[in-house]
């Protein structure tokens, strides 16, 4: 097989490793009960003080693009799958003890100098993205956290990955694209996880 070929193999394999990560759920007509999807993206939003959500129906919110440096009636949601605050003003999140069901949250360009503890005990949880956030570094819990699919840690301050990354080893996809590590770590990393779509 001639260079050529391999990488638009890797290519074509990479796209569809990420493919649906960052998909929009399918538009809520009749299949979707009312008030299960709420997008309140670009709204301005500095806060979510006289926003009115029924707690159990919501599956999907979308409040990416606004103000918010606090989201705190986002943890009474227990029926939320999938949680979008991407380009807000947040460096903390609240308790998500109660979201069981969470799958995907994504924290795109924020704020975050650490990865949010709250997401350690979230039993569901698939896909995580931090990329865009002053993180410099992977914490122990979730390199050991099984189940995990998708993670990005893109253009953040991190330039190396925890030493046991064998809880990842059933992850489809991972981002770490614009990061300052060093040719030996990314070759570590490729050897650990053989069967990820990585991307540098």
Same mark, same amino acid.
């Given at each position: 097989?001639?260079?050529?070929?391999? +990488?638009?193999?890797?290519?074509?394999?990479?796209?569809?490793?990420? !493919?649906?990560?960052?998909?929009? *759920?399918? *538009?809520?007509?009749?299949?979707?009960?009312?008030?299960?999807?709420?997008?309140?993206?670009?709204?301005?939003?500095?806060? &979510?003080?006289?926003?009115?959500?029924? !707690?159990? +129906?919501?599956?999907?919110? %979308?409040?990416?693009?606004? !103000? &918010?440096?606090?989201?705190?009636?986002?943890?009474?949601?227990?029926? /939320?799958? #999938? /949680?979008?605050?991407?380009? %807000?003003?947040?460096?903390?999140?609240?308790? /998500?003890?109660?979201?069981?069901?969470?799958?995907?949250?994504?924290?795109?360009? %924020?704020? @975050?100098?650490?990865?949010?503890?709250?997401?350690?005990?979230?039993?569901?949880?698939?896909?995580?993205? &931090?990329?865009?956030?002053?993180?410099?570094?992977? *914490?122990? #819990?979730?390199?050991?956290?099984?189940?995990?699919? @998708?993670?990005?840690?893109?253009?953040?301050?991190?330039?190396? &990955?925890?030493?046991?990354?064998? !809880? #990842?080893?059933?992850?489809?996809?991972?981002?770490?694209?614009?990061?300052?590590?060093?040719?030996?770590?990314?070759?570590?990393?490729?050897?650990?996880? *053989?069967?990820?779509?990585?991307?540098?």
């Amino acid at each position: 097989m001639n260079r050529v070929l391999r +990488k638009a193999l890797a290519a074509a394999a990479v796209s569809a490793a990420f !493919a649906g990560c960052f998909d929009e *759920p399918e *538009p809520a007509y009749k299949s979707v009960p009312e008030g299960a999807r709420v997008y309140l993206k670009d709204q301005g939003l500095a806060d &979510l003080k006289g926003q009115s959500f029924d !707690a159990s +129906k919501v599956d999907y919110l %979308n409040l990416d693009r606004n !103000a &918010l440096t606090n989201v705190d009636e986002v943890a009474s949601l227990t029926g /939320l799958k #999938w /949680l979008r605050l991407n380009s %807000n003003q947040l460096s903390a999140l609240p308790s /998500l003890d109660a979201l069981k069901s969470l799958r995907r949250i994504y924290l795109r360009d %924020n704020k @975050f100098e650490e990865v949010p503890e709250t997401l350690k005990d979230l039993p569901s949880l698939t896909d995580i993205d &931090l990329s865009g956030n002053p993180v410099s570094e992977i *914490p122990e #819990w979730l390199a050991k956290k099984e189940g995990l699919e @998708f993670l990005s840690f893109s253009r953040t301050k991190i330039t190396k &990955l925890p030493d046991d990354l064998s !809880a #990842w080893r059933r992850l489809k996809a991972l981002q770490l694209g614009d990061l300052q590590m060093t040719p030996d770590e990314m070759a570590r990393i490729r050897k650990s996880l *053989p069967d990820v779509a990585i991307v540098f």
